[in-house]
């Protein structure tokens, strides 16, 4: 059975420091990858969406980067940390059938990122 | 662009109690519906997936519809459980920028009293 993980559950982080989320998929190949954020009273924003290696999109301009070195994991990065950027982050991933139309979706446990 | 509203934001009822939580959606161009569930401080657990093409799904006591036409989803939760507390959130799949991506409503926090 296809499984996500997403790590670390939380974080403490000083405003200009870096950051780096991981998430992997296990039990699946080439899964289209999401990056969301969640802040109170805003619901889910799709930050990076990933189809395969190396081939990532953003939805909104921000303070944040995505990576995909390899066909199962997903880094969420930053090099300067705003006080901005604290929320919670999932990471998810869903199948493809057919060209365009993607399957269910599954979501990790996400990362609450405090910046201080 | 996709938007999706949930109705009510928030909702408390008795233990017991059938409840019917809806979703809308701006586009009716989706590939399909998704319900999940999020408990405090916790990730999302997918409840149902319905298809573009079908009309509804059940799971247990869930039950979830879809009318594309009119942009409408409801779920509903028969002889509700203190254990369903929790926010729910839909879902809508459709075409982004030549890729499928997923776009929510702000979820209904509903609340299971014993």
């Known amino acids: 059975s296809q499984t996500i993980h997403q790590w670390p559950a939380t974080l403490v982080q000083p405003v200009g420091s870096p950051l780096s989320l991981e998430c992997t998929v296990e039990g699946t190949s080439n899964p289209n990858l999401y990056w969301y954020r969640q802040a109170a009273g805003r619901g889910l924003q799709l930050l990076f969406y990933?189809?395969?290696?190396?081939?990532i999109s953003s939805e909104v301009p921000q303070n944040l980067s995505a990576s995909r070195p390899q066909d199962r994991q997903f880094i969420l990065s930053s090099k300067k940390l705003l006080l901005s950027d604290s929320g919670f982050y999932l990471c998810?991933?869903?199948?493809?059938?057919?060209?365009?139309?993607?399957?269910?979706?599954?979501f990790g446990q996400g990362t609450r990122l405090t910046v201080v | 662009k996709q938007e999706v509203t949930q109705i009510p934001a928030a909702l408390s009822v008795p233990e017991g109690e059938n409840l019917v939580l809806n979703c809308s959606f701006t586009?009716?161009?989706?590939?399909?519906l998704q319900w999940f569930r999020q408990d405090p401080g916790k990730g999302l657990t997918s409840l149902l997936l319905?298809?573009?093409?079908?009309r509804e799904q059940t799971s247990g006591r869930l039950n979830a519809s879809l009318d594309k036409s009119s942009g409408r989803s409801t779920l509903y939760i028969a002889a509700s459980q203190p254990g369903d507390s929790a926010t729910y959130l839909c879902?809508?799949?459709?075409?982004?920028?030549?890729?499928?991506?997923?776009?929510f409503g702000k979820g209904t926090m509903l609340l299971v009293s014993p």
């Open positions: 879902a809508a799949s459709g075409m982004n920028s030549g890729y499928s991506t997923l776009t």
């Open positions: 586009d009716s161009a989706i590939y399909n």
């Open positions: 319905i298809q573009s093409s079908q």
């Open positions: 990933s189809v395969g290696i190396g081939q």
């Open positions: 998810a991933w869903a199948g493809m059938t057919g060209k365009h139309r993607n399957t269910e979706a599954f």
